[in-house]
């Protein structure tokens, strides 16, 4: 799979909600690809970034949906967001 060209979640400022628009499932196992769809990794989803670890910052929480999440940054850096999108509002 080409390197993913949007941001990355460990690049999110702490708050920040951006839409998941792509997740590198060749770089996880797929038992690992599939408990990440379990708990809502989808593209199209939104995703905050809620706390980082100290010294390093692994783990990292995430919120999805309504569960709070914690990421490795190695499985973080497979799951490339971008800013959400405005709709369009009805007139």
Excluded: C, W, Y
Excluded at 60 to 87: D, F, Q, W, Y
Aim: aromatic content about 2%; proline content about 5%.
């Amino acid at each position: 799979m080409p390197r993913l060209t949007n941001l990355l979640i460990e690049h999110l400022a702490r708050g920040q909600v951006m839409t998941i628009t792509a997740i590198d499932r060749d770089g996880l196992d797929p038992k690992t690809a599939e408990r990440l769809h379990e708990l809502g990794f989808d593209e199209g989803v939104d995703i905050e970034l809620l706390h980082r670890a100290p010294l390093g910052g692994d783990p990292l929480a995430v919120k999805v949906g309504n569960m709070t999440v914690a990421l490795r940054k190695a499985m973080a850096r497979l799951i490339e967001v971008a800013p959400l999108t405005t709709s369009i509002a009805a007139e």
